[in-house]
C-alpha cells in the first residue's frame, strides 16, 4: 500500500507523543508535520519535554515543530490530540482547509453533523461526513473519538445491545492518572487516596454512549434508548481504566451467553484486517480477580487495544448482569482509536 | 459510672489492637484480660507484633497474654475479633460460661438467634438475646456486629428505608488494605493496581444488610425486602472504605430531602449520649470531590466512627439517586462499632 | 504573657496553611493579618483552596486576605512562606517598614548578614541582626531558617560536632511529595518510582549546613570546617524526609556514646521552654527498622517538630558511623521552626 | 549450537517463573525438568499460582512438577531458586550427582571453594570449581550468583576499580519489593512509606562485593582491598533497585573519564557475544534526573540485563565521586545473571 503522510497536531503533550510512538513502525502512516504551540521551530525531540517511558523515535526526533495553521502543513490525513478550547478554533480551519482531521479532543463529539466513531462500534456514522460537508461547506471533514472512559463502556456494550434489549447501565469507574493529562493529577492529592469525581466525565460518558451506540438514519444520529448512570473516580494507577457495571435487560440475560457473545465479537476493523484492529476486540477472563489494570491494561495482539471483560455474573435477578471490564485510557481511549479510525476512513475511501 | 472490666479475645492481632487503642481512655470499660494464641505467657507489649503508628499504651503493655479460654477470664464483657475459624468453636464455648460477647468475627453473624448489630441502625434486634439464651440454654450470649464493608451502606441505606420505599441498590466499593488484616494483601500485587474482587465479601455485604435494615417480630428476623448487587474492589489505600452507592425507589427522591434526611439521622446511641457515639453519625459533605478516603476517614466527633456522604445526586431519574459514602473499615468497620454495642448492651442492662 | 499580633504573607499556599493550622492554639501568637495574591479580598476560607486534611479553623476563616505591602499589614511579626522571587523583593520592604519578619524562603538564606536559624542549634547567631540592620539601616530585620532537608540533619550533627571532631559527612536523602509544594510533583511522575534529583536541593543542604554548624565572631559568620556530600531522591511518600547519613571523625565514635549524647541533646528553646519546642529535640530509636515516614513523622511532644534517629551503628570502622533520621518536612522543615525561632526572638527581647 | 536440557529448582516461585518467562525462546536452552515441593505431580501451568503479568508459556504448561530430588532430574544443568534453608541441604546433592548447577540462593556464596560469579565482573573465578570439586570430591559443582542489591554495584565498580585506585565505597539503597519474593513486603507496611532496614542485606552486598571484586590466586579468591559502608531500604517501587554511591579513590577521578569508563566497559560475555549478554552492560545518561526505577528498568538491547547510571558528579573533593546506579533486581539480580552465567558456563566447557 502507498505510504499516507499525517499530520499531528499539538504533538509535543503527551497523548501527541503516544500517537508518535504508536505510529513508529506503522505500515502506511508515516508522520511528516508535527505542530506545537511555544516550541515552535525547535526540534522535536527536544520539544516534547515529557516521555514516559520510551524515547523519541530517531526517524521523528529532529522534525521541526511547526505552527497549528493549515496553511503550513503538508499531508493527507490530519490527526488532533489538541486540548479541548484550542480544538474548538483549530479544527474548523482543517476541515475547511480541505483536510480529513480525526480528533479526541471532545470539542466537537455532541455536535449533530459530526461523527463520534469507535471503528467497531458505528462505523456506519461515518456516513455523516456528507452531512457535515454540506452543512458547513467544506473541503475536509472532523470526525472524533470518544472520551477515555467512553471507550471500553461502548465497546462491551454494542454486542449485547445488539443481541439484548438493554434498558438501564449503572457505571462506576476507576481511572488511571495518566487520564488527566500531564502534569494532570498532583501526587499530594492521589497518593494512598481516591478522589470521587472528575469534572464533566460522568455526563460525557453518557451522552457518548447514547450517541455511540444510536442509529443513523441517513441524515442524523438516534441516541439509544438507554438509561444510563455514572460515578467516576480517580484512583493511583497510572494506565487503564476500570469500570464495573451494572446491566439490566428485558431480556434473560444467560452469564455464559453473554460471555459468548462479548468473546466472538467482530467489528469491521477485523473484518478489513486494519493493522491497529486487535484479533479481539473484548476479551473475556474467567478469573476470579481480573481485570487488573497493571496486568490486563496491554492485553490483546495490539497492545492497549483490547478490552479486558472479567467477573460476569448474575446481577439481582435473571435479568441483570454484572460485569468489570478495563481499557487502556490512552491507547485504545485515544491515540489507538484515532489512528483505527483513521484506518477505517482511509478502506472506506474517505481519505 | 462502675468501672467494667473487659477481655479481648485474639488481642495481638491487628484489630485486637484496635481495641486496645480506642479502649485506652474509655471512661468505664477496663481491659482486664488479653488473649492470644502463640504469644500465650508473654508480657503484651512483647507479643503484639505490629503496631501500626501507635505505640501499646503503658498501662496495658505489661499484662500477661492468656489463653483463650473461659476458665481463665476474668471479665464482665468479652470482645472477639478473633479469626473465623477460631471464633467458631471458641466463641460459644465463653458465652456457655455466662460471658455476654460481643464478635466482630463472621462466623456467627447469619445464625437466626444471633443478633447482628448496627446501634444506630437496629438496636431492637438486641432483643434475639432472649431466643438465644433460650435456644441453646446459654447464661451469656453472642451479638455480633457487621462485615466492615456493610457498616456504612447499611448506615446510610437505614434513614432512607426509614423514609422511603427502596427497593434496588447497586453498589461498587473501593476498599483499604487494612481491610484484609495483617500481613493482608502483599505489596506486589497492589501497588498500582486495582484488584476487582475479595473473596466472599459480595454475598456478604448483600446478605448483612437485608438482615440488619430487616424487622424483629419478636422471635425472628424478617430481611428487608430489597434488591442489592455489590462489586467490591481493593485499591491502594491504607484505611476507608469507599463506596458508590446507587438507589431505586418507588417513591420520588429529592436530593435536597434525601440530604436532609441523612445528616439529621440520630440513632439510639445518640439519644442515649454513648461514650464512643459520634454526635453525628453521617456528616454530608457538599463539595464535588468528597468524601476522600485519606482526608475523610477520621471525621466526626469521635474520630473514624462517622459516615461520610457526598455528591448526593439525581440517578437516571426523579426515583433514583446516586452518592458516594465513606467509612473506616477498622473504626466504625469492626472494633468502633463493637465497643458502641457494648456500651448499648450495658445501657440496656444486658450487661 | 500578652498577645502578639502575626502576619502570615503568602497565607493562601500550603505552607502558609500550615502556619495557620499550627498557631490556631498557640498561646501568644493571634493572627490578625493574612496575604495573598490572586486572593485579594476574599475570605480566608475561600481564598485557601488546597487545605489538606484539615480544615480551616473557623477563627481565621473569615479573615480578608490584604495585598503583601507592609503599609497596610499591623503586626508585631511577620512570617513569610513566600516564594523564593517574591520574597527577594517583598522581605525587604517589610524589614525596611520596620517589621521583625521570619522567613522560610530560600532567598535571603544565604547572605553574610542574615541569620539562618535553627534556634536549637544556633541561637548565638541570632546577634546578627545588629550587623544586618546598621548594614542596611532597617528598622526591622531578616531572620530565616533552613531548607526542609537541612533542618534535620543540622540538628543531629550539632550535638555530634560539639562533642566530635567531624570531618565527613555523607548523606543520601529520600523526600517526600509535600517538600515540593502544591500542585508540586506530577503523580504521573511519582508513583510506583523514585526520582533521583531535586533541583539545587544537594547544594542548598551541603552550604546551610556549613552556615548552621559555623562559628559567629562578633562580626560574621565562619562556616564549619566539615565536607559533606549529598544526593538527593524524591520517594511516593507525602510527607517525612528520610535521610541515611554516613560520618567520619578524628575521633573515634562510639555508638552507645553517640546514642546518648542524641538522646540528651537539649537547646535553648529546650531550656527556655518554649510553647513549640519538643521535650526531645532528637528521638533515637533502638528498632532496627524505625524510623519510618508514615509511622514516626508526627513523633514527640510537639507532633513534627522531633527528629527521630534510627540505625546509629558503625561505618567502615572505629571512626565512622551511620545512621538514618527523620524529620517531619512541613512543620520542622518549614512552620513549626520558623514559629520557634520567633518564640526565641521574642523570649530574647527582639520582638 | 545443539540443545542443552535445563531443569530448575522451586521453579512454581517467584523467581522460578522468571527463569521460565526468560527461557521460553533461548536459543539453545531447553526446560525439561521443573521441581516444586507441595506442588509436586501437577501441571506446571497449574502450580505457578502467582504469574504477575505475563502468562506460563504454553509449551512449559504441561510440565508435570517434580520432586526436588536429583534421583528423578533428566537435565545438562540445573538453576536453582531455591530459599535460602532449603539450598543448603538439596543443592550439594545435585552437585554430588554430577549436575552443573547455577544458583542465586545465599547458602553457599561465601564459601571458599564455591565461585560467585558475575560474567561481566570474574569470569577467571569460575577455575575455583576445580577446587570444589576436588575438596568436595563432587562429580558435578556448585556456581553461584549475587544478591540482588549486589550486582549492579559490583558491576559498576569492576571498571572503576581496574583503571583506579578506589578505597572506599558509601552506598544507599532504594529497593523494590519485588526483591522481598511473593508474598514479601505486606502493603500495609510499604504503602506512602520507606521502610530503612533489610535483614541481613546490607552485610550481604558488603561481603559479596569484596569477593566478586577480588582476585583469583589460583587456590582461593582474594577479597578486594576496599571498605564498603551500606543503609538499605525498601521503597513502594515494584522492579528495580536505585544506589546512591558515594567513591573514594587514591586517583583523581575525572567525571567525563569516569563516564567514559564506564560507557565502554565489556566484559567476557559481549567478547563471547553470548544470547543473553547485552551489548552494553552498563548505560550512562547525561539526563539529571534518571536513572528512575520505573522507566529505566527495562534498559537495554536484553531488558532489564543493564545496569543504568546516572547524575555522574564530583563528591567532596577531586579524589570522591558520586552516582545513582539502577538495576533490575529480578533480572540482572537473579534469573538473568544465573543463565549469563551458565552461558559462560557452556561456552568454557564446564558444561
Given amino acids: 500500500m502507498k505510504s499516507i503522510d499525517v499530520a499531528i497536531l499539538g504533538a509535543t503533550g503527551m497523548v501527541g507523543q503516544d500517537y508518535i510512538h504508536m505510529l513508529a513502525n506503522h505500515p502506511y502512516f508515516r508522520v511528516k508535520c508535527l505542530t506545537g504551540s511555544e516550541s515552535v521551530g525547535k526540534r522535536y525531540g527536544e520539544a516534547a519535554s515529557w516521555k514516559g517511558a520510551y524515547d523519541i523515535p530517531s526517524k521523528y526526533a529532529d522534525l521541526e515543530v511547526l505552527p497549528t495553521d493549515p496553511r503550513v502543513i503538508d499531508a493527507d490525513l490530519v490527526f488532533s490530540p489538541l486540548p479541548t478550547d484550542v480544538a474548538k478554533t483549530v479544527e474548523p480551519l482543517f476541515a475547511k482547509a480541505g483536510f480529513p482531521l480525526v480528533s479526541d479532543a471532545s470539542t466537537h463529539r455532541m455536535e449533530k453533523d459530526v461523527p463520534l466513531i469507535i471503528p467497531e462500534v458505528n462505523p456506519d456514522h461515518i456516513e455523516l461526513i456528507k452531512i457535515q460537508k454540506k452543512n458547513r461547506s467544506w473541503d475536509g471533514f472532523i470526525v472524533t473519538t470518544p472520551n477515555c472512559t467512553t471507550v471500553g463502556l461502548a465497546l462491551v456494550l454494542k454486542p449485547l445491545c445488539d443481541k439484548y434489549q438493554i434498558n438501564k447501565v449503572i457505571v462506576t469507574t476507576m481511572q488511571a492518572v495518566s487520564g488527566a493529562g500531564f502534569p494532570g493529577v498532583p501526587s499530594l492529592l492521589i497518593i494512598e487516596n481516591v478522589i470521587p469525581y472528575i469534572k464533566d466525565e460522568e455526563e460525557k460518558v453518557r451522552i457518548e454512549t447514547l450517541k455511540l451506540l444510536g442509529k443513523f438514519d441517513g441524515e442524523k444520529i438516534m441516541n439509544a434508548n438507554l438509561k444510563i448512570a455514572v460515578s467516576c473516580n480517580r484512583v493511583p494507577t497510572l494506565d487503564g481504566h476500570l469500570e464495573t457495571v451494572y446491566i439490566e435487560s428485558s431480556d434473560k440475560l444467560d452469564v455464559d451467553d453473554v460471555k459468548e457473545t462479548l468473546r466472538s465479537f467482530q467489528g469491521e476493523p477485523q473484518r478489513l484486517k486494519l493493522p491497529t484492529a486487535p484479533t479481539q476486540p473484548i476479551i473475556v477472563r474467567e478469573e476470579l480477580d481480573r481485570p487488573q489494570p497493571r496486568l490486563d491494561r496491554m492485553a490483546g495482539s495490539i497492545p492497549g487495544m ?38 477505517l476512513l482511509l478502506a472506506q475511501g474517505w481519505v
Avoid: K, M, P
Avoid at 448474575?314 to 489512528?339: K, P, Y
Fill in 306 to 343: 483490547s478490552v479486558v471483560v472479567g467477573r460476569v455474573r448474575r446481577g439481582i435477578d435473571e435479568h441483570s448482569l454484572q460485569l468489570t471490564l478495563l481499557s487502556h485510557n490512552t491507547i485504545r481511549g485515544a491515540a489507538g482509536t484515532a489512528i483505527l479510525a483513521a484506518e
